[in-house]
């Protein structure tokens, strides 16, 4: 369990004075717990004794066992692809390693499953359904992927979808027509990207709803988020997995398709139309009889029987 979830649970009976350290461990989450028990002491206005107790309430042996599984959070947090890559390097075959990637890609989405109750899903779902104004989506280098592919299936539930895709001082500026109508939407994993917690932080300032997707380390946008839904993201690569995340996507979209109502699918309908008159798939392309052309293998002809030899 990452310290912040112990530090807010609803169990612990604290005293005045350690409800003061909590807040501050709390409030500027986790570098507040980095210095020494003086220090922190001394910012929460307490005495050292009193740090030293409440850690130990909380269940670490001391304030240095406290503070160095905080600093493995952080490390753990902080990881690049570079500084995983001998950690986890596989040995054997390249076949031994594609497997071993595959079953923990597997274990990833099992614990995606309990990673994020049900009733998360349903708020996101009426947030993104309900608003009135727009549906703004972001993320980082590899996340915005995820959000664009989010951003197409939104589209065809409701208008006022918008995929901001990479940003730059001119994205930034979209900024000026957000309020409390609309919905960000925020793809962020660790190593968290500096640019995407400025947008969210600015739109959350205007009073804009914010639905989060991270992972277990919690990026600091879910401080200012509605909604938070949790992807497991560790596999046997020195490279987190999306697989989660994008299964926990389209989740959401499924839950959002089987509550969809007479409008709703009345714009899909309008939308199936377009596509049709512009020839947009396969399926849709006419052929010189006016009937459709579907998915398939194409029939090859058989050989003529001597009937059909005959007539022609």
Not at 50 to 58: C, D, G, N, Q, Y
Not at 140 to 163: C, E, K, N, P, T
Not at 167 to 173: E, N
Not at 283 to 302: H, M
Request: aromatic share 6%.
């Amino acid at each position: 369990m990452a310290i912040r979830d112990v530090l807010m649970r609803g169990d612990l009976a604290l005293t005045p004075s350690e409800e003061k350290i909590v807040r501050l461990l709390l409030t500027d989450y986790p570098t507040s717990g980095l210095g020494t028990a003086s220090s922190l002491a001394r910012r929460a206005g307490v005495s050292d004794p009193t740090v030293v107790r409440l850690v130990m309430k909380l269940g670490y042996e001391g304030f240095p066992d406290f503070q160095a599984r905080l600093l493995a959070e952080v490390e753990a947090r902080l990881h690049s692809p570079l500084l995983m890559m001998e950690a986890k390097r596989q040995s054997g075959s390249n076949d031994s390693a594609v497997l071993a990637y595959l079953d923990s890609v597997t274990t990833a989405l099992q614990k995606a499953t309990a990673a994020t109750p049900v009733q998360t899903y349903e708020r996101a779902a009426r947030l993104l359904m309900e608003a009135k104004g727009e549906i703004v989506l972001v993320g980082g280098r590899f996340s915005r992927h995820i959000a664009g592919m989010l951003a197409g299936y939104l589209v065809q539930f409701r208008s006022g979808v918008r995929d901001l895709g990479v940003l730059s001082p001119q994205i930034f500026d979209t900024l000026a027509d957000l309020g409390r109508r609309d919905v960000l939407v925020v793809f962020d994993y660790r190593r968290y990207q500096l640019d995407v917690m400025a947008y969210a932080k600015q739109a959350a300032a205007l009073d804009v709803r914010i639905v989060l997707f991270t992972d277990q380390w919690l990026s600091p946008i879910s401080d200012l988020a509605e909604v938070t839904i949790v992807s497991p993201l560790e596999v046997a690569s020195p490279y987190d997995t999306l697989a989660p995340a994008i299964a926990q996507m389209e989740a959401l979209v499924a839950h959002i398709v089987s509550t969809l109502g007479d409008e709703a699918r009345a714009r899909i309908e309008r939308l199936e139309k377009v596509r049709h008159a512009n020839a947009v798939t396969l399926d849709s392309e006419p052929q010189e009889n006016g009937a459709r052309k579907t998915p398939g293998p194409r029939k090859t002809p058989g050989p003529k029987s001597a009937k059909q030899d005959d007539k022609a």
